[in-house]
């Protein structure tokens, strides 16, 4: 009988090394070339079972991992739940229970609550990944961004990446700073004091409070205000955020990129002439969405020794 290998979960960055993380994106980029065939299913994950548990709103992760799951001819099914009226306790820990009992080979949960992915990887037998967790982690978020910045600049060592904005509240920006290390790119935060997480230059991350600190970035990576989050006001108003932060053309200097995780509040932290402009990366990030995370599940389900015997990536 084989040894029990350690199950390999995705709940944030810190559980990929510096070769996982680029195994995946070049995985990813094997993938890319299956989307242009007519074509567009690979049988690489025929008979497995990919359970979307998603406790907070979606449209791009939610969207982009049933497809991704599709794609690699895994069953799915995808369970909504809306994020106020769910706690913690034990009503996660009983839906988790429950859905084990369909054996998933990867449970994907989305939750407004940090750690509940990790509860999930306690509680069942399934690999987890983590979706976004409050405001925690967002690893495959992260991936996807990478990606899109290695497709666009041809590099990611010393990319230099202003992220602008609500850092406070965004689980997309501590997972990008990580994965921004990981790989030996600099990330700079830009954002008002009150937005700014205490410690986060412990991180590995310049910190600024002046918005033409940007002009120094390959990359100037825009955040949503999350107002969701917010129990108090963190700024004096909108409009003022948007009159010191907000990104508009005369901000972006020509040669650098613009991306943002999405869902944009055009207008506020971005002008939509620059959303819409040619260095704009935001819907390259959308399709990169899509391959990463098959190339995500791809990786946890085709661990040598795992899972199975013998894994076949079938891109011509
Ligand atoms: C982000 C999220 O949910 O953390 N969106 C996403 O996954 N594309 C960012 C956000 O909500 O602002």
């Known amino acids: 009988m084989r040894a029990e290998q350690p199950r390999r979960h995705l709940l944030g960055v810190d559980d990929l090394t510096r070769d996982d993380a680029y195994r995946i994106l070049d995985t990813a980029r094997a993938l890319e070339r299956s989307l242009d065939r007519e074509v567009k299913k690979l049988p690489t994950l025929r008979g497995r079972l990919v359970l979307n548990l998603f406790y907070e709103s979606s449209t791009r992760t939610l969207s982009s991992f049933e497809l991704a799951a599709k794609r690699l001819s895994a069953d799915t099914m995808t369970l909504r739940a809306s994020g106020s009226s769910v706690d913690k306790g034990e009503s996660l820990r009983d839906t988790a229970l429950t859905l084990a009992a369909y054996d998933p080979d990867v449970i994907v949960i989305r939750h407004p609550h940090i750690g509940a992915p990790h509860f999930v990887a306690a509680a069942t037998q399934a690999l987890v990944v983590n979706a976004g967790d409050g405001k925690h982690q967002h690893p495959t978020q992260a991936l996807l961004d990478l990606f899109t910045i290695r497709e666009a600049l041809g590099r990611l060592e010393d990319v230099r990446v202003a992220i602008v904005g609500d850092v ?33 230059e412990g991180m590995g991350c310049e910190v600024s409070h002046r918005i033409d600190a940007i002009g120094d970035a390959d990359v100037v990576y825009v955040l949503r205000m999350q107002q969701e989050r917010m129990a108090a006001a963190y700024v004096p108003s909108l409009r003022e955020y948007t009159s010191l932060y907000g990104i508009t053309p005369e901000r972006v200097r020509p040669g650098q990129v613009v991306m943002h995780p999405g869902p944009m509040n055009r207008g506020v932290e971005i002008d939509p002439r620059v959303a819409d402009s040619g260095a ?37």
């Open 168 to 200: 406070l509240h965004s689980r997309v920006a501590r997972s990008l700073v990580e994965g921004l290390r990981l790989v030996g790119a600099s990330p700079l935060v830009v954002a008002p004091p009150t937005l700014v997480p205490r410690g986060i």
């Open 280 to 316: 704009s990366l935001i819907t390259t990030q959308v399709r990169a969405g899509l391959v990463v995370r098959m190339a995500v599940l791809y990786d946890l389900l085709t661990a040598p020794g795992l899972h199975v015997a013998q894994p076949v990536l079938e891109v011509a």
